[in-house]
C-alpha cells in the first residue's frame, strides 16, 4: 500500500511561514484525495486541508486565505505552504490519504487513513 513521510516542521514566531512536505513511497496515491491533519496539544485532531487527485483543493475556515495546499504527482508529494502562522497553528501535522468519498472536501480526520508519523509546528507569538 505504501507510506507517507512527512517533513518540514519547526518552530517560528507568529507571523512566520513554514513548507510541509508529504512524500507517498507508492505511485497509488496519485489517484487519492490527499489531506493534512493537525493535533494540537490535548486536543482532538482537525481537518486543515485536503487536495483532489485534480488539483482542488479546500480548506478549514481556521487557516483559508494562509495556508496554499498544493501536489506534485510526478514526485508523489503534496505540499502545505503555511504563511501567517499564529500560535494556534502550533500541532502535530499529519499526512493521510483517502478514496475521495462523498463529502471529502470537508476534510473530516475519520475518513483518512494511511497516516504519516506527523511533523512537528510550533508558533510562539
Known amino acids: 500500500q505504501g507510506q507517507l513521510a512527512e517533513s518540514g516542521g519547526g518552530s517560528v514566531q507568529a507571523g512566520g511561514s513554514l513548507r510541509l512536505s508529504c512524500v507517498a513511497s507508492?505511485?497509488?496515491?496519485?489517484?487519492?484525495?490527499m489531506g493534512w491533519i493537525r493535533q494540537p496539544p490535548g486536543m482532538e485532531r482537525e481537518g486543515v486541508a485536503v487536495i483532489s487527485p485534480g488539483g482542488i483543493a479546500y480548506y478549514a475556515d481556521s487557516v483559508a486565505g494562509r495556508f496554499t495546499l498544493s501536489r506534485d504527482n510526478a514526485k508523489n508529494t503534496v505540499y502545505l505552504q503555511m504563511n501567517s502562522l499564529k500560535p494556534e497553528d502550533t500541532a502535530m501535522y499529519y499526512c493521510?490519504?483517502?478514496?475521495?468519498?462523498?463529502?471529502?472536501?470537508?476534510?473530516?480526520?475519520?475518513?483518512?487513513?494511511?497516516w504519516g508519523q506527523g511533523t512537528q509546528v510550533t508558533v510562539s507569538s
Open positions: 493521510a490519504a483517502n478514496n475521495c468519498p462523498t463529502g471529502w472536501n470537508r476534510i473530516r480526520p475519520g475518513d483518512f487513513g494511511g
Open positions: 507508492a505511485y497509488t496515491y496519485r489517484t487519492k484525495c
